[in-house]
């Protein structure tokens, strides 16, 4: 496709167990991002990567949060043992190039529930 | 620090009523980039605009015009007569020199009223 694609689009889970979210940015683009929005709130920054380089981790709220990027292309976002305070819509986006800073296009979301 | 204040959380405005958005950014480099998102209801960020810190024209599109003033670090959107589609919750943000990641304001929700 054209965008930025996440999936699932919806995932309830219950507390303690783990999910892995998918992003599949466009094509071409080097630079991802992985962003957690809660209810009425901001965007929080969790983790970026940039081609082969090493990921900027700082945005991580816990050890429990990890994610990879194969390939430079896909890209998982694990939460294990998931806790109610991780329920959020967990957003992607990815840019052509961060290191010019070229705009980034953001997938449509992960809503996540832990219940 | 990078940083992006919306100090409006929410406006309302009557249908065909002009409208701005303000954003104020903090940074210390002096290369930097500002961003405008647009979130409808459906969720999906939409990007508007990029604008770079040597570039201080204002740009107009359609009705979307945007002012950008270095001295008061201010980035601000306007939408001249307003639509009911144009409600949305609308960010703004900031891509520091070393564009590792986007630092969003909080967002101002905008409800057009018919």
């Known amino acids: 496709g054209a965008g930025v694609s996440q999936s699932p689009s919806n995932k309830v889970t219950e507390k303690g167990k783990d999910v892995e979210l998918r992003c599949d940015p466009i094509?071409?683009?080097?630079?991802l991002y992985w962003y957690r929005q809660s209810l009425g709130q901001g965007l929080e920054f969790l983790i970026y990567?940039?081609?082969?380089?090493?990921?900027?981790k700082s945005g991580l709220p816990s050890d429990r949060f990890s994610a990879e990027r194969t390939g430079g292309s896909v890209s998982t976002l694990t939460i294990q043992r998931t806790q109610q305070e991780d329920s959020a819509v967990y957003l992607c986006?990815?840019?052509?190039?961060?290191?010019?800073?070229?705009?980034?296009?953001f997938g449509q979301g992960t809503r996540l529930t832990v219940v | 620090a990078q940083k992006v204040t919306q100090a409006q959380t929410e406006i309302s405005v009557v249908e065909k009523e002009d409208v701005t958005l303000d954003c104020v950014y903090e940074?210390?480099?002096?290369?930097?980039?500002l961003f405008w998102y647009k979130q409808p209801p459906s969720g999906e960020l939409v990007f508007l605009i990029r604008r770079n810190s040597f570039d201080e024209q204002n740009e107009i599109s359609g009705r979307y015009s945007w002012n950008f003033q270095k001295s008061t670090s201010s980035f601000n959107f306007t939408i001249t007569a307003s639509q009911v589609v144009d409600s949305a919750v609308y960010f703004c943000a900031l891509s520091g020199y070393t564009g590792n990641q986007f630092y969003f304001g909080t967002g101002t929700s905008l409800t057009v009223i018919p």
């Open positions: 986006a990815s840019s052509l190039n961060s290191e010019t800073n070229t705009e980034a296009f």
């Open positions: 940074t210390r480099d002096t290369t930097y980039y």
């Open positions: 094509s071409g683009h080097t630079a």
């Open positions: 990567f940039q081609g082969n380089s090493a990921p900027d």
